[in-house]
């Protein structure tokens, strides 16, 4: 969890900071490694087609289609998939290990009261 989420934060600021070059400038050699070697066997061919594929949807308007027919409709397959998400394993070792982190606190209680009013 803690590589997934808060180290995520950490490495999408130093690209945002000074792009691809600079983050990979500020990780160490084996995670930069790892980047080169093991980054083309997740995003590859069949990941990029699908990302065109949606990037095609949303300009097609039928991703908007289905958005807006699924709140005419009450929202029931967006309220589900919001219900099993926050059933995720994920969320339930984010929710203890962020309580470990005071530093967090503010954040967590505003994310509790957002979650319990859905």
């Not at 995520?8 to 400038?25: A, E, N, P, T």
């Not at 394993?89 to 509790?112: C, F, S, Y």
Request: proline share 3%.
């Amino acid at each position: 969890y803690f590589e997934c989420m808060h180290e995520m934060k950490l490495i999408v600021d130093l690209m945002y900071q000074g792009g691809m070059s600079y983050m990979r400038y500020s990780i160490s050699d084996t995670a930069e490694f790892g980047d080169y070697v093991s980054g083309p066997r997740i995003i590859d061919e069949r990941a990029r087609n699908e990302m065109r594929k949606i990037l095609r949807e949303i300009q097609d308007g039928s991703f908007a289609t289905r958005w807006i027919l699924e709140n005419q409709a009450g929202r029931p397959s967006f309220q589900a998939m919001r219900r099993s998400n926050a059933q995720h394993q994920i969320e339930h070792v984010g929710r203890d290990l962020r309580a470990m982190m005071p530093w967090l606190n503010a954040p967590n209680k505003k994310t509790e009261i957002a979650e319990s009013t859905k």
